[in-house]
């Protein structure tokens, strides 16, 4: 499997930006025909339901996150880096970078919602961003290795809050992407 992905916690914030403004500069790129078109017939997300997948899973982690965040020690200067804990978080990991290697269905709970408000989207996603940046900063006194949560999408697994930063962002990487090639699509309207 590999040794285990850390980052530190400066180029895991880098990393929030990099995909806030890849999401942000693919928005202002497109009109409303072009965001909401799905690929294959609609077989596929369009670019919206990519954003608003990750708006969801996003906040589906971060509140499974928070309360043991919220109960970790603070005081001692935390870990300046995330690492990942073991071999189910450091597969997950490398599972979701982009470009995808294997296709995953998405649990029901953070799928995109059938009715959407395409224009609120990207706000919607970029407020979940700046959601897992504040929570990041704001737990500088804390070593995030240590603090375990359990997995809002898979229960029976408890992972390291530093680990569920690593997959949220490795999943936003993932979707951004999938959300880019949309445009790649001979199809797609110009």
């Known amino acids: 499997m590999g040794a285990p992905i850390s980052v530190t916690r400066e180029q895991y914030l880098d990393a929030i930006r990099q995909v806030r403004a890849a999401a942000d500069d693919l928005a202002s790129r497109l009109n409303m025909t072009q965001e909401t078109w799905q690929p294959k017939n609609g077989e596929r997300w369009s670019i919206v339901e990519c954003l608003d997948h990750l708006a969801i899973s996003t906040a589906v982690y971060l509140d499974a996150m928070e309360p043991a965040i919220m109960e970790a020690r603070s005081g001692a200067p935390g870990a300046t880096v995330f690492r990942t804990a073991g071999w189910p978080s450091t597969k997950m990991v490398r599972d979701l970078e982009p470009p995808p290697r294997m296709k995953f269905p998405a649990p029901g709970k953070i799928?995109?919602?059938p009715t959407l408000n395409p224009e609120g989207i990207l706000p919607r996603f970029l407020s979940t961003m700046d959601r897992v940046s504040a929570l990041?900063?704001?737990?500088?006194?804390?070593?995030?290795?240590?603090?375990?949560?359990?997995?809002?999408?898979?229960?029976?697994?408890?992972?390291?809050?530093?680990?569920?930063?690593?997959?949220?962002a490795a999943h936003a990487?993932?979707?951004?992407?999938?959300?880019e090639q949309v445009t790649h699509e001979p199809d797609f309207p110009r």
Not at 173 to 179: G, L, P, T
């Open 136 to 168: 990041v900063t704001s737990t500088a006194n804390k070593d995030l290795n240590t603090v375990r949560f359990r997995n809002p999408l898979f229960p029976l697994l408890r992972f390291t809050v530093a680990s569920g930063f690593l997959i949220i």
């Open 173 to 179: 990487r993932r979707h951004v992407w999938q959300a």
């Open 111 to 113: 799928r995109p919602r």
